[in-house]
T-cell receptor, first 117, second 111 residues
Framework: GAVVSQHPSRVICKSGTSVKIECRSL??????MFWYRQFPKQSLMLMAT?????????EQGVEKDKFLINHASLTLSTLTVTSAHPEDSSFYIC?????????????FGPGTRLTVL | AQSVTQLDSQVPVFEEAPVELRCNYS??????LFWYVQYPNQGLQLLLK??????LVKGINGFEAEFNKSQTSFHLRKPSVHISDTAEYFC?????????FGAGTRLFVKA
């Protein structure tokens, strides 16, 4: 089946620094990738939709200048958390769409745990 | 507007007992429905999906779900749970371009 990887799996950074998270589709090309944020004991909240070769579409309330998304190729999307603060600490999960059984399904990465000190 | 409601935030159950995790949805268009499982500090793993056809869907780890259009439900069931089934379970729908998740149900299997 389709495999999506994320790197790093865990990152700890100081307040004010920027952190980049990579999302890769390993065995398929993904024209569309999604970035989610998950707070403890809560559901996934869609942050943005990343389209290859174009600007990401952000959900309402998500700061595009803080969460920079780049989808430079069909297998890689990156999320950069700029000037991170402790409240940005969260579990970030990406997903990628791939055809499966005639439907475009989403396949999820394993997630990245960000801790901002 | 579309929505997914998971009626139980937590479901405690004894090992080898049956379990049902409830999910109701709302949508004005046709949808695809999914159940995912999430273990601590991990991503989501697909348990099963309903795309079309038979309303009873069988998935991995002995789980199954039944799509009920008239009741707009997609409840997840397992006839006999194991300790290892303890996890967070999310119901989700895709109707159009985005996927919407329910709030999740914490299944806690006790010995």
């Amino acid at each position: 089946g389709a495999v999506v990887s994320q790197h790093p799996s865990r990152v700890i950074c100081k307040s004010g620094t920027s952190v980049k998270i990579e999302c890769r589709s390993l065995d398929f090309q993904a024209t569309t990738m999604f970035w989610y944020r998950q707070f403890p004991k809560q559901s996934l909240m869609l942050m943005a939709t990343s389209n290859e070769g174009s600007k990401a579409t952000y959900e309402q309330g998500v700061e595009k200048d803080k969460f920079l998304i780049n989808h430079a190729s069909l297998t890689l999307s990156t999320l950069t958390v700029t000037s991170a603060h402790p409240e940005d600490s969260s579990f970030y999960i990406c997903s990628a769409r791939a055809p499966s059984g005639g439907v475009n399904e989403q396949f999820f990465g394993p997630g990245t745990r960000l801790t901002v000190l | 507007a579309q929505s997914v409601t998971q009626l139980d935030s937590q479901v405690p159950v004894f090992e080898e007992a049956p379990v049902e995790l409830r999910c109701n949805y709302s949508s004005s268009v046709s949808v695809y429905l999914f159940w995912y499982v999430q273990y601590p500090n991990q991503g989501l793993q697909l348990l099963l999906k309903y795309l079309s056809g038979s309303t009873l869907v069988k998935g991995i780890n002995g789980f199954e779900a039944e799509f009920n259009k008239s009741q707009t439900s997609f409840h997840l069931r397992k006839p006999s749970v194991h300790i290892s089934d303890t996890a967070e379970y999310f119901c989700a729908l895709t109707g159009g371009f985005k996927t919407i998740f329910g709030a999740g149900t914490r299944l806690f299997v006790k010995a």
